[in-house]
Structures are given as C-alpha cells and as structure tokens.
DNA sequence: TAGCTCTTATCACGAGCTGC
DNA sequence: GCAGCTCGTGATAAGAGCTA
C-alpha cells in the first residue's frame, strides 16, 4: 500500500517514556540476533547498572523494574519494533537495516538518557515516520493548551479532526478505511482518560527527550514547546498542508532539523565544493562498509537506506544539512561503488566494485 | 480450506505514590 | 483525604500462521 493511505500510529504503553533505553536496545543488540527472553533480561539488567543515571535525569519515569514477565522491558522493545529499529522473528530479535545506523552515532557519555544531537534527529525521524498521526495533534494541542489536564481533554477531539482532514484530503472510502477505522475505535471509548494515559504521557515525555518541550516549564507542570521545538513544528505545519510527509522526511527534514535545533555554524550540503562533498561521502561509505557490509560474502554491500540514514545524521553531527536527493546524486556519480535506487521497495543496494 | 493455536493490539483495572 | 500521576498486569478480540 501506498506510504501515503497507511495510519502512523505507534501502539503504546505508559512505560515506554524514556528514548535512552531504545539506544541501549540497539546497543545490547548489536549486529547479532538474540532470543527475545535474553534480550529482557539483559534489558533489565542495563536499566538496573544504570538506575542512578536515570535518577539524576530530569524525570525517573519509565523505568525498567525486573519483573517476573518482564512486562516493562517487554513493552520498552515493542515500542524499538514500532519505531522499526527492530525486527521479531521466531522469537529471535536484531537490529533492521533502518536501526543499525543508531550504533554509530554520538553518546553522550555523561548519562545515557540524555541524547546526542545525532541520537535525536535520528529517533526524532523515526517518530514522525511511524507516530505522525497522533503526534502532530498533540504538538498543535500544545501550541494551545498547556496543562496535562485541558491536554487530556481535548486530545481526542483533536485527532478526530486531524484523521477526518487526513480522509478527505485522500478522497477514496477503500484507501482511507485505516483512518475511518481509527476514528469509529476512538468514538466507541468508554474509558477515555485510562487510553489516554497510554498514549499522551509517553509522548509528551518523548518531546521531553528530544528538548522540543521546554524542561524547566515542565518542572512547573506546564507543557510548552522550546524556541527550538515551536520553529521545528512551524516547519512541519508548513509540510502537512503542502506536501506528503515522506517525500518531506528524505529532502528538508535534516535541513528543518539543523536550521531548528543546531543553528549556529550550519551549512548545506549543495554549498560543499563538490570535491569535498565527495571527500566527506567517500569517507562515511568507507565507515559504512566497515560496519554495515555482511561478513564472508565474495562481494561487499550495504542497503542503500541503512547508508542513506546512517550518512545524513553523520553530517547533522558535522553541521552540513543534507538531503536524500543530494546523497543519491553523489553515490550515482562514484565510480568505485555501483548503487542501485528501486523506487517500488523505498530501498536500493551499494556495492563496492 | 477449515479449524486450531499463537501472537498482537486494545482495553481495562486496581493499587501505590505524590503533592496539595 | 483527595486528585492526579504512575505502574504492573490481565482480559479479550482480532488477526496471523500453521497443519491436517
């Protein structure tokens, strides 16, 4: 189906609060596979070795607790699923093509729960790729209300009108049924407050991480969006009425990204000289091969997504803002690699020749 | 292909904690 | 004491996958 018709709604809990445990997931995964029950376990045991880091973070909720079921961690590697970080297969768990790249990037080495500039225009794709839906309703509630109370009652009226706009900008009853689905499920609500808590807390402290909430209004309990965050969803008003989200996300996301949250010392790519624009790809393809290329086959390559990410949060970490376009532009133009782009599968290959 | 089993998504509840 | 917040866990329906 079409990106376009599909709902971005991320199912989730009132315990899957902290994005520093999604980069911890992926660091536990690594490039191997492991049984979802190990996975648990040592999940529990990273969050317990780094408990006091998250005491010193601005808020301790979302804390994975041992539990007999390991309902918590359970919960924090659904959410890394949803996120499509990870892939679940006959009980064995490991990174996607899209989460690998979250190995490589900064830490910061202070306290794992507060993240890099990498790590958050990372995740913050990720989140808008897979929770648009109920994430730019609640921004635009934020914009207007800022208590947990008037944000809980009026969340859902806001999302109605944000699936129904959604629907008649489709135009088609059989392409829009996700999003009629969506809307007949919420009308039925009896217990709407206890859904609520499910979903709002957990973003609200997801917009937390990512500083796009301003952190000492929080400590007064009030919601309200940072300089940064109101000039990144400005941005992304501009987006929702104009063009389609995903052709958004791969040409002005990193530029709205580094313009909003970086700013001092910024560049865009297309300003490089183009020698050292192919200077700075060539050396991220080397780094790329080095850590994303399958071992022991005859010929090495990578998926051309996972260097696609990986490449542009690279260069949001070097303040050059980047734009899928201008990376295909390049990779097309070396000689010692061959890419190949399938527009059908949104993915492609790059071999070394 | 029908029926069974397993998994997932959604809904639900009760209880502990915290601050006023 | 009360309201709001946070947490852990369970129930259930629907969907997916398997098998005969």
């Known amino acids: 189906m079409n990106k376009e018709y599909t709902l971005r709604i991320i199912n989730t809990n009132i315990k899957t609060r902290r994005l520093g445990y999604i980069v911890s997931l992926a660091d536990i995964l690594g ?29 301790k909720s979302g804390f994975i607790k041992k539990s007999p079921k390991h309902y918590p961690a359970r919960r924090y590697i659904h959410l890394a699923k949803d996120l499509r970080l990870v892939k679940i297969s006959r009980n064995e768990c490991a990174l996607t093509k899209i989460g690998q790249p979250l190995l490589t990037l ?59 706009t959604r629907i008649e900008r489709i135009d088609d009853i059989l392409k829009s049924s996700l999003f009629m689905k969506r809307i007949q499920l919420m009308m039925k609500w009896t217990q709407e407050k206890k859904y609520l808590e499910h979903i709002i807390y957990p973003r609200l402290d997801w917009l937390l991480d990512l500083q796009i909430l301003d952190l000492e209004k929080f400590k007064k309990k009030i919601y309200q969006l940072t300089c940064d965050g109101k000039a990144f969803f400005e941005a992304l008003k501009k987006m929702e009425a104009e063009i389609d989200i995903d052709a958004w996300l791969e040409d002005y996301y990193y530029e709205t990204f580094g313009r909003c949250f970086i700013k001092d010392g910024v560049i865009s790519f297309d300003t490089l000289k183009r020698e050292k624009g192919l200077r700075v790809i060539c050396d991220l393809l080397e780094e790329a091969f080095s850590k994303f290329s399958p071992p022991n086959l005859p010929f090495e390559h990578i998926s051309a997504n996972t260097f696609l990410e990986f490449s542009c949060t690279k260069l949001i970490g070097m303040k050059i803002l980047p734009a899928f376009t201008q990376i295909k532009n390049i990779l097309n133009s070396l000689p010692m690699y061959r890419f190949q782009w399938q527009p059908s599968m949104h993915d492609g290959f790059i071999m070394k020749i």
């Not at 492991?34 to 999940?43: A, F, I, S």
């Open 31 to 59: 490039n191997s596979f492991l049984l979802v029950d190990d996975l648990q376990g040592k999940l529990e045991a990273w969050a317990e070795e780094h408990k006091s880091d998250l005491e010193r973070y601005f808020s």
């Open 106 to 164: 900064d830490k910061n080495k202070q306290n794992p729960f507060e993240l890099s500039t990498e790590q958050k225009c990372f995740l913050l794709k990720r989140i808008l790729e897979n929770d648009f839906d109920y994430l730019f309703p609640l921004l635009r509630l934020i914009e207007e209300c800022h208590s947990a109370q008037e944000i809980f009652g009026n969340f859902r009226r806001i999302v109605l009108d944000h699936l129904k």
